[in-house]
């Protein structure tokens, strides 16, 4: 009888190989293994993750693949066999749900035109082929017996509910096959033992650790009046988790209030209650990340926490599947009991089409998803994304936290068809209008707009303080700031050594030398040394740092008050007289008053009417105000000139439109590892050909910089300069060390350009 494979080993006899049979059958249990912890109750959900499972390699059973993968076929061998399994899920078994994801197992989601096309038209002929396939099937995939009962309701509504179903059932049919051929592998070189490392969630005892450290900073805290503010917070949120069904929260507090703390204890608390299986902490900026997920690592052990910051992706088109294996088993899944994110990742995860992307969405099912800085979420997807949060709520078991000191408004209105309606949002803090009213920390002024600041006045009002921040719209604006400070700083001629006062943040900077420099900030303020610190807006929110002054640019009104967040944190300033005192936070109009285009533009222009400076500091109602007015007056739903919505798209199953339609950066972008701390330990061991997996692409995430794609841009200035992990296996790129700055830590440098465009 001949054996039928799946997988093989380089240099090992075919006897070695794992066979077709047993990977479709474990693939089949692990999938339906999944599909239980996301829908518990749900058997047709579980039969239809069984069905994905043994039909996804079914192709594999040709003559022709097997011959490839003997290697007595070499070049233009035809390695398609996703779309046979796909024709029998929509032949035989009627299901749309597992055609779709049979087929983009590899190559990812298809439209709905081009999966039609590709099961129905002439160049695989799939209905001729499967009969002489499924005479070398395995009998239970033969025996399996499912057809999906289709829905009498064909709504927008409807259609995209079961978008999301098809989605689950893709990602969770991606991650079986990845884990199931990861660990044959690893059996096969280390033996039968082996085991995939798997961390138990333990909320009871992460809450635990969690208190502890919170009685910590309570027994240091010097302000008595905030540390017994934040306590009582921290408390609320224990006790709104004990008495709270699974649904949408909101944490409406000042910034400073502790936030960061009190968010995870509701959501440990909540998760104890619930049965859930993990905590997903979205952050918008890289910053807040890093912080964030270096203070929960110290609370709750390196095992428990995952910080994920960019995705590496597999090309979907022209893919060889042997090739790609090692990259897709490496791939990010979030298995882990603590995933600290970025916005970008999460959005993306829930309206990619890619497999890598993809894999993660069905371990977002039951679990606690914490968006702190939710006022940041883009506009042009909020439609969109409302509705898919309210459906992961509805039937996958997700409780979301909304954590703001600007939180918005997403009330249903004629212009946000799937707002929330009344009480939809329960808020966990105790009365946040008090709350605002005694975490006061900082007055505001603000510059008249007519009177506009050129870089030279504003490095003249900044340098009369001794530890100052400013906060700018552009990179171009904040290097042009940096030069004037210095050149103003070398004219007193009072510092010898500018490098250890001055300071600049900047995206050009991999996370973990970015967290070392604001550490070095940190201390210096701790210490009471000079310290002027230029930045963009990613350090505006979340990032635990106390200047006395906070100079920021005119921008949306959250910005302004988030940067506000930077200033007397701890509220410890005194006078002369030794009494407490206000922080400043001064907002000015730069001469230079170049924005960022689209949203940030428009929100601008609307912050100008809400700047009430008592209100900007008192009263969170003032937010929500500003919000609505806002979302009324930009899109809520993104589509190109002509075309449908992303909603729309969704319901006609179009997950291709909808992955290019529905990005939080408009910009291709490309994630490189750049050779700053332990990444090059990592990468010669892993060049040296070291065996590596998905604990190595997760601990390469802090050494990696987004650079811009397509023409001209800095990805292909730098194509000569980068080289890929491993070529034709792990297509990551690795940038040279000639081509990042350590030494005056400017970060990525791109040859040809001057300095001065380099620098921020």
């Known amino acids: 009888m001949t054996e039928y494979y799946a997988h093989t080993l380089e240099n090992r006899p075919d006897d070695e190989w794992q066979t077709l049979d047993s990977h479709l059958v474990e693939v089949a249990d692990l999938a339906q293994r999944f599909s239980k912890e996301i829908r518990p109750d749900d058997n047709l959900f579980a039969d239809l993750a069984k069905l994905a499972g043994l039909l996804h390699d079914l192709g594999k059973y040709r003559m022709e693949f097997q011959e490839y993968l003997r290697k007595k076929r070499q070049g233009g061998v035809d390695t398609a066999h996703a779309v046979y399994g796909a024709g029998k899920a929509l032949f035989e078994h009627e299901s749309l749900a597992a055609a779709f994801a049979v087929a983009g197992h590899h190559a990812g989601l298809y439209d709905a035109g081009d999966l039609d096309l590709l099961v129905n038209g002439e160049k695989y002929q799939v209905r001729a082929r499967l009969a002489d396939i499924l005479k070398h099937a395995a009998e239970k995939i033969k025996s399996f017996e499912f057809k999906e009962v289709s829905s009498d309701d064909d709504s927008q509504v409807a259609r995209c509910r079961y978008e999301i179903l098809i989605r689950m059932i893709f990602s969770l049919l991606v991650d079986a096959d990845r884990l199931n051929s990861e660990e044959w592998e690893k059996r096969q070189l280390f033996g039968s033992l082996w085991k995939r490392k798997v961390v138990p969630f333990e909320p009871r005892s992460l809450l635990q650790k969690l208190q502890e450290e919170r009685a910590k900073k309570s027994a240091t805290a010097k302000n008595a009046a905030i540390k017994e503010l934040r306590n009582g917070i921290f408390e609320a949120c224990l006790n709104k988790s004990e008495k709270s069904p699974q649904g949408f929260f909101s944490l409406t507090v000042p910034t400073g209030g502790g936030k960061t703390l009190s968010s995870m204890a509701f959501a440990l608390a909540h998760a104890k209650k619930h049965s859930l299986r993990r905590v997903i902490v979205v952050i918008p900026y890289l910053s807040i990340i890093e912080q964030n997920a270096k203070e929960y690592r110290e609370i709750f052990g390196e095992e428990n926490v995952l910080e994920h910051h960019s995705a590496v992706d597999v090309p979907r088109s022209d893919i060889d599947p042997v090739q ?37 969405l069905h371990n ?4 606690v998803v914490i968006f702190d800085e939710v006022q940041t979420l883009p506009t042009h997807l909020l439609e969109p994304l409302l509705d898919v949060l309210r459906e992961l709520k509805n039937r996958y078991g997700v409780s979301f936290v ?28 105790p009365n946040p209008d008090i709350l605002y009213q005694s975490l006061q920390r900082v007055k505001y002024a603000v510059e008249r707009f007519d009177s506009s600041w050129t870089w030279q006045d504003l490095a003249q009002k900044m340098i009369k303080h001794n530890q100052v921040l400013c906060i700018l719209n552009l990179r171009r604006q904040a290097y042009e700031l940096l030069v004037a400070i210095r050149r103003n700083l070398e004219e007193l001629n009072t510092f010898r050594d500018l490098d250890k006062s001055v300071f600049h943040l900047s995206s050009a900077m991999c996370p973990a030398h970015r967290l070392d420099r604001i550490n070095i900030i ?33 921008g949306p009104l959250d910005s302004i008050v988030q940067s506000a967040g930077r200033c007397n944190r701890e509220g410890l ?41 008592t209100r900007l500091a008192t009263d969170p109602k003032l937010f929500k105000e500003y919000f609505t007015e806002l979302y009324q007056v930009t899109p809520t739903d993104y589509q190109r000139r002509g075309s449908h919505t992303i909603q729309h798209e969704r319901a006609e199953f179009n997950f291709r439109k909808v992955d290019k339609m529905a990005k939080v950066i408009k910009d291709n972008t490309t994630a490189v590892v750049v050779p700053y701390g332990k990444a090059t330990d990592i990468i010669a061991r892993i060049r040296k050909g070291h065996l590596f997996d998905r604990e190595d692409i997760r601990s390469l995430q ?35 060390k000639v081509f990042y700055d350590i030494k005056t830590h400017r970060g990525v440098v791109v040859e040809n350009l001057p300095p001065e465009e380099l620098m921020i």
């Open 702 to 736: 802090r050494y990696m910089v987004n650079l811009r794609t397509g023409f001209h841009s800095d990805y292909d200035k730098l194509k000569s300069a980068l080289t890929p992990l491993i070529p034709e296996r792990l297509e990551i790129p690795v940038l040279n």
């Open 364 to 367: 977002i099912a039951q679990s």
């Open 402 to 429: 909304f954590c703001s000191a600007t939180q918005p408004a997403f009330k249903k209105t004629t212009n946000l068809k799937n707002g929330f309606v009344d009480d939809e949002i329960i808020e966990i803090a």
């Open 573 to 613: 300033l005194v006078d002369e007289n030794g009494k407490l005192r206000l922080g400043e936070v001064v907002v000015f109009s730069p001469q230079d008053g170049g924005l960022p285009p689209g949203i940030y533009s428009t929100a601008t222009n609307i912050a100008a009417a809400y700047l009430d400076i």
């Open 522 to 554: 940190k201390d210096r303020l701790k210490t009471g040394n000079p310290c002027w610190v230029i930045s963009t807006q990613l350090i505006e929110a979340g990032v635990d740092i106390d200047f006395p002054v906070v100079f920021r640019a005119m």
């Open 324 to 360: 790609a294996q090692d990259i897709e088993k490496a791939m990010e899944n979030w298995d882990i009991p603590i995933v600290v994110t970025t916005s970008v990742q999460f959005i993306e995860t829930l309206f990619s089409a890619s497999p890598a992307q993809a894999r993660k």
